[in-house]
């Protein structure tokens, strides 16, 4: 009698997506993909309005997203008695089982401060990891190799040294830099919003930013054009298309991400050193890494990243609001025939 709607939301630095997805018995019967301008890590109230309506028309409807929460991860087995060598304490966090080997974690404060900003589109049913996400995006390519995985996002970046026995590592950082922050919320909207205005930067730290980027920019050659044909190819399924970054904001667009593979690397840098050096991981040494792209990493960025590292790199592009989409079908399918609990 009625339809299935499942939502999956994804907000992603200055971007909100949302993907509806429209089912009845089984079939599809729409797919539609929507973008929304938002402040860093917020829900723009366009969106909450557009969820709030689709509540209302269709009884069954679905909302599923992806935590950004710090405080989150994924460890190297499935024992509770285990979590406290990790410096985790069990009793802080849900977490879930994967493949039977290793677990996938979220504190209950990040919990709660996702459902708080969920309250105004009348909550959220699913909560994904990013490391279950990730697993998700790569399990049919697992094989015997260790490689590190890496599911990269504008504003964050989840790391897993896997293979197809399991996890060995995990770690998960945060990349949107104060810069990015302070220069994202104009002043009007900010007052209106009940805050006080942020700060503009200091020139002292501009100069610091550009002559480290200028540094940067003489050892690989200047910034390639961004690379259209890396973008997530179901983003075209928009029935409006979305407009086009002009030539200052294509410049900008390649910067930041420049400045994001900096922080990329240093993360990549320090746990690689992690990995081998503490005790607590059954380190091997690996010599690929495999990016999962979720919005298009300039040609620039990868150029950098791969010249840095000196590893060889491979990316593979990966559609978030399509995958929340598919991981919520499936848990309530599953939930449907039993459930089986978090």
């Known amino acids: 009698m009625f339809s299935t709607l499942i939502i999956g939301v994804n907000v992603d630095s200055r971007n909100c997506y949302t993907r509806v997805l429209t089912l009845k018995k089984g079939k599809i019967l729409h797919d539609e993909l929507k973008e929304f301008r938002t402040v860093p890590g917020d829900i723009p109230i366009e969106a909450a309005k557009f969820i709030r309506k689709l509540r209302k028309k269709h009884p069954f409807t679905y909302v599923a997203t992806l935590s950004h929460s ?15 060598k990790f410096g985790i304490r069990s009793n802080e ?28 589109s009348q909550g959220v049913d ?14 049919g390519r697992l094989d015997e190799k260790k490689r590190l995985y890496a599911l990269q996002q504008q504003s964050d970046l989840a790391l897993a040294i896997m293979n197809a026995k399991g996890l060995y590592f995990g770690g998960f950082f945060i990349l949107e830099s104060e810069m ?14 009940g805050e006080t205005p942020l700060e503009p930067a200091s020139p002292a730290k501009i100069t610091e930013a550009l002559s480290a980027l200028d ?4 050892e690989i050659g200047e910034l390639e054009e961004l690379d259209d044909s890396v973008m997530i190819e179901d983003f075209e399924e928009h029935e409006a298309p979305l407009p086009k970054h002009n030539e200052k904001g294509e410049e900008r667009s390649a910067l930041d991400d420049f400045a994001r593979a900096i922080s990329v690397a240093k993360f990549i840098k320090d746990s690689l050193s ?13 010599d690929e890494i ?15 990243l791969k010249n840095t590292l000196l590893i060889d790199i491979k990316t593979h592009a990966l559609d978030v609001t399509s995958s929340l989409v ?3 079908e499936l848990e309530i399918k599953e939930r449907e025939g039993g459930a089986r609990g978090i």
């Open 93 to 120: 966090v849900r977490s879930v089982i994967v493949q039977e080997a290793w677990s996938a974690y979220i504190s209950r404060e990040g919990i709660a401060e996702t459902r708080g900003k969920f309250a105004k």
């Open 215 to 218: 540094n940067e920019l003489e």
């Open 326 to 328: 598919k991981m919520a």
């Open 180 to 193: 990015e922050a302070s220069t994202e919320k104009k002043p009007e909207e900010e007052m209106a919003l």
């Open 126 to 139: 699913f909560l994904f990891s990013p490391f279950a996400l990730l697993y998700e995006g790569i399990k």
């Open 290 to 304: 495999v990016i999962l792209d979720t919005y298009g990493i300039s040609s620039g960025a990868l150029t950098y």
């Open 274 to 286: 992690e990995f081998y050096k503490n005790e607590v991981y059954r380190s091997d040494f690996i």
């Open 70 to 84: 710090i405080h989150q991860g994924a460890i190297d087995t499935i024992r509770a008695d285990e979590y406290l």
